[in-house]
């Protein structure tokens, strides 16, 4: 039977106001999907959520959860409400345990309890903390450097035990360097308070934004500046539902790294975003960051074996669909 002859699935998408879940749910609907969405707004956006259902709240409120899986029929839960900064977990540890991992386990009790078995984890490269071995793929070590990576980490291993004892499948996704925007323009990233190398670097370019600082230039790399692995956020998204029909098909439980496999350097990325406004990046040196590693680069090859799964953009296209969201929108969705 195909999927236009199968009832409609309801998704709760769990941050879907925010960046990566919004683009998501978009993905979703264009598939087929319904998406319910659950966000606190705290760095998300009511406007992102467009026009899908839609309720404010935390995912660890238990009463909002049970509500909605009774109201909704619910299929599966994706999961992006995590808090996501490094430099706050580490300054506010508590804050990230509360959040990430007693929050998330309250979200995953509340679907046990809906008889909801099917769970789609939004994870981290930072997982693996400072790695040995470059590429990364799923088998390197996982030694989080960093009360973030850890809290994501733990909840990965919350998944494999309650695989192992209730036949709960969920997917891992690993993302490198999340970038881009909605290629039709409707959807882009907009943080409250921004750390992405690319967004910052628009910012800098318009003059919304000081000059960029460069956290040094004295690493181990071609130019001196670090490496990373960007992917398209509407690449996450296709992986996200490939992950779902994945685990629907096989009764599985899955974890890929999802990355483009292409390492661009701090200098290389910025010289894009020149190739592709005509605009220079007024930008400043200054020092290192602790716990950046020199070069953080995926191995997608067994998402691309199990998922079928490829990337559809490369830098050039991550970058402009990135600069052409907030050159339309300079204030982001207060625009």
Known sequence: MSRTQ?????????GGAGYVGSHVAKCLEKAGYNPVILDDLSTGHRKAARSATFYQGHYGDRELLKSIFSKHSISAVMHFGAKALVGESVADPLLYASSNIAGTIALLEGMRAA???????SSTCNVFGDPKEVPIHEGVQKLPVNPYGFSKFAVEQVLQHMDQAYQFRSASLRYFNAAGADPEGELGEDHRCETHLI???????TGRSPALTIFGNDYPTPDGTCIRDYVHV???????????ELIDSQNRSVDFNLGSEQGYSVNEVIHMLEKVSGK????????RRPGDAPRLVADSSKAKREL???????????VRTAYQWLAKNPEGYAS
């Open 280 to 287: 220079q990046v007024p930008r400043k040196l200054g020092a």
């Open 6 to 14: 199968k009832r409609i699935q309801n998704i709760l998408v769990v």
């Open 234 to 244: 509407n690449d996450l998204a296709s992986a996200h539902i490939s992950a779902l």
């Open 199 to 205: 967004p910052n670097a628009i910012r800098s370019l």
């Open 308 to 318: 079928l799964w490829k990337t559809s953009f490369d830098l050039e296209a991550i």
């Open 115 to 121: 008889n909801v078995n099917r769970f789609i984890f």
